[in-house]
């Protein structure tokens, strides 16, 4: 078992930066593939980003790409989110989630086997 805790999340204005964490315990997440994603009021839950266990191979959404950085630290147990230039649009609870069984499936919500409760990030225009 792996559970996941998500914080840093906050109110900021438009083109300002928050940076999320995601403390995992239960479990070390070296084993494990990583990822956000994110659910905006009304809508589906989405992918924002994911790392491999090895933090070779990284995916972003495309709305996020050349703002958003992934990094984890597997000796700390953490996964980071650091959110740049962010947009009203990214208003949302982001999501940490982790892989540990099967094929991995970065944007694919449905392979994670463990999720944190989520952080809200507001952006206001």
């Known amino acids: 078992q792996v559970q996941l805790v998500e914080s840093g999340g906050g109110l900021v204005q438009a083109g300002g930066s928050l940076r999320l964490s995601c403390a995992a315990s239960?479990?070390?997440?070296?084993?494990?593939?990583m990822a956000w994603f994110r659910q905006a009021s009304g809508k589906e839950r989405e992918f924002v980003t994911a790392?491999?266990?090895?933090?070779?191979?990284?995916y972003y959404a495309d709305s996020v790409k050349g703002r958003f950085t992934i990094a984890r630290d597997n000796a700390k147990n953490t996964v980071y989110l650091q959110m740049n230039s962010l947009k009203p649009e990214d208003t949302a609870v982001h999501y940490c989630?982790?892989?540990?069984?099967?094929?991995?499936?970065?944007?694919?919500?449905?392979?994670?086997?463990?999720w944190g409760q989520g952080t809200q990030v507001t952006v206001s225009s």
């Open positions: 790392i491999s266990r090895s933090g070779i191979s990284i």
């Open positions: 239960g479990r070390t997440i070296s084993t494990c593939n």
């Open positions: 989630a982790a892989q540990s069984t099967g094929r991995w499936m970065p944007t694919r919500l449905e392979v994670y086997d463990y």
